[in-house]
């Protein structure tokens, strides 16, 4: 849309976004039916789940790891590797031979599972038949680990000791090697001789001194296992989970609802972009190159709105039936999406002019939707466009028809010389929008103004239309010769009453 100001060029229209944020929130709202049933059929599959296929027994126990190489700052590398220690097959097959059972370890390797709560607390969770066996499960894999890690402790020190005693021992080896030197000395001058001793002795403190070192280093290793063996203890004896079924149905549902309505709402935003099909005025507007001049809902809505539902729809026929006085050119409703709301307001159009004189409605319909119908009393007259020319000249006309695709372009004059489109919010893409638009002006039928049927609720846009100059009001135009030839200049003239006919927003008001 192009902006015009007093004294300068036109300056170049913004270029569109990517991708529109309120577009697409207002086209994902729009497809509320999807994105709900598919939270719907998530929520009843999660309930199913629940019901259907309930968690067999569980037991669980608590286990308390005492580790050798604990430090304040671990970040629970640790105990990750005793609960990867716990899913080895060693731990499975002494836990199965406790049990005496003969099942598979690769199967009871899927049965249980253990959680690391803190640096030192091991949770196991084991599955059973029944509470029974999960707790006897729980039992002995708690029982199997600990004896493995008490194992693996005693293994290291029993290891480290030995590398400290192999090394004591090749001390004393060289200590009874000095002590051998000093005794089998030969007299010697007085200050080689005292020169060697002190030099031997010395090396004999220091041998003795690491020997005793590392005797005393093998002691504390050893003694310092069983510590480590007395604090690995189970502080939580097994015991059976208890589950609510209706809890638990619950969760699953909870969390199929979640499921459902996140696939449903990334489907209903993936649709919307891949399809194109605009639902704000604004953007209806602009691709039809004609304003909103209307709204109305698809159906007749719930009870409390119905009123004002039927006043607009009451002052949708009286602005049209004005501007069908005022016109010396028959005009034609066009629908897009919406035959039977097309069809409605010719004919509450046509009763409404009914009083002056005659009225006949040329149906151009597919299917001829009105041509077909039973006739009340008091109804006006309905002929199908290939009876167009059998109409009286001077009786007034009412044509309606249809855009939609498959649509006969060449009828399309026939109805009506000037055109009001009746289009359904997010029915038509952006090209199709355009090719209406484009065959229209070949056909040389000026659009008049454009209904909207079924809008979005929450749309704020605005779908008229404007490249007059700022100081000139909407809804009012001033004829070519008061311009001045200033060039400035609306893109259509739009009709008085456009504005007596209130949106979807001062309806609720």
């Given at each position: 849309?192009t ?25 994902v ?7 709900g049933?598919?939270?719907?059929l998530?929520?009843?599959?999660g ?21 050798q190489e604990?430090q ?43 959680t690391?709560?803190t640096?030192?607390?091991?949770q ?17 894999l708690a ?8 194992r ?26 000095v ?14 001789a ?122 949708l ?6 501007t069908?006085?005022n ?12 035959p ?26 597919p ?27 001077r009786?007034?006309?009412?044509g309606?028809?249809s855009?939609?695709p ?33 065959q ?11 209904v ?19 100081d ?25 009453w ?5 949106d979807?927003d001062q309806?609720?008001?």
């Amino acid at each position: 849309m192009t902006t015009w100001t007093t004294g300068a060029a036109p300056e170049a229209p913004a270029a569109a976004p990517l991708l529109d944020l309120q577009t697409l929130v207002a086209a994902v709202r729009r497809r509320r039916r999807l994105w709900g049933a598919l939270a719907l059929l998530g929520l009843l599959l999660g309930a199913a789940v629940g019901v259907l296929l309930p968690q067999p027994p569980t037991a669980t126990v608590k286990v308390l790891v005492a580790h050798q190489e604990d430090q304040p700052n671990d970040p629970g590398t640790l105990i990750r590797t005793d609960v990867a220690l716990l899913r080895t097959t060693r731990i499975a097959d002494e836990a199965l031979r406790a049990l005496g059972s003969s099942e598979e370890t690769e199967d009871f390797l899927r049965e249980y599972e253990g959680t690391g709560l803190t640096n030192n607390l091991l949770q196991i969770d084991a599955e059973g038949e029944d509470d029974v066996e999960a707790v006897a499960r729980a039992g002995a894999l708690a029982d199997a680990f600990i004896a493995d890690h008490v194992r693996r402790i005693k293994e290291a020190a029993d290891a480290d000791a030995k590398a400290l005693f192999d090394q004591r021992d090749r001390l004393r080896g060289e200590l009874a090697r000095v002590n051998k030197e000093i005794g089998g000395r030969t007299p010697r001058s007085e200050s080689e001789a005292s020169a060697d001793m002190e030099s031997l002795f010395s090396r004999r403190a220091e041998l003795t001194s690491r020997i005793s070192d590392l005797g005393q280093r093998a002691e504390e290793a050893r003694i310092g296992a069983p510590r480590l063996i007395a604090g690995t203890q189970v502080v939580d004896a097994p015991r059976a989970v208890r589950r609510s079924l209706p809890k638990t149905v619950a969760a699953d549902a909870a969390i199929g609802l979640a499921l459902g309505l996140a696939l449903g709402l990334a489907v209903a935003a993936v649709g919307s972009v891949v399809a194109d099909r605009p639902v704000l005025r604004r953007e209806i507007a602009a691709h039809l190159g004609a304003s909103v001049i209307a709204e109305l809902p698809a159906g007749p809505g719930p009870p409390w709105r119905r009123r004002g539902t039927s006043a607009a729809r009451t002052r949708l026929t009286t602005a049209l039936a004005r501007t069908v006085r005022n016109s010396a050119e028959p005009v034609s409703l066009l629908e897009l999406g919406c035959p039977r709301a097309a069809g409605t307001i010719a004919l509450d159009l046509a009763r409404a002019l009914a009083a002056e004189g005659p009225v006949t409605v040329i149906d151009g319909l597919p299917g001829s939707r009105l041509a077909d119908r039973r006739r009340r009393p008091g109804d006006p007259a309905v002929v199908g466009v290939e009876h167009a020319s059998a109409v009286p000249y001077r009786e007034r006309r009412v044509g309606v028809g249809s855009v939609a695709p498959g649509a006969a372009w060449a009828d399309l004059p026939y109805l009506g010389a000037r055109a009001v489109l009746v289009v359904r919010a997010g029915h038509g893409g952006s090209a199709w929008l355009h090719t209406v638009a484009r065959q229209l002006a070949d056909q040389r039928v000026p659009v008049v103004g454009v209904v909207l049927i079924a809008p979005d609720p929450g749309d704020r846009t605005d779908g008229t239309l404007w490249d007059g100059p700022p100081d000139v009001p909407h809804g009012r135009s001033e004829p070519p010769a008061r311009q001045n030839g200033t060039g400035r200049r609306r893109r259509e003239r739009l009709p008085m009453w456009a504005s007596t006919v209130p949106d979807s927003d001062q309806e609720g008001r």
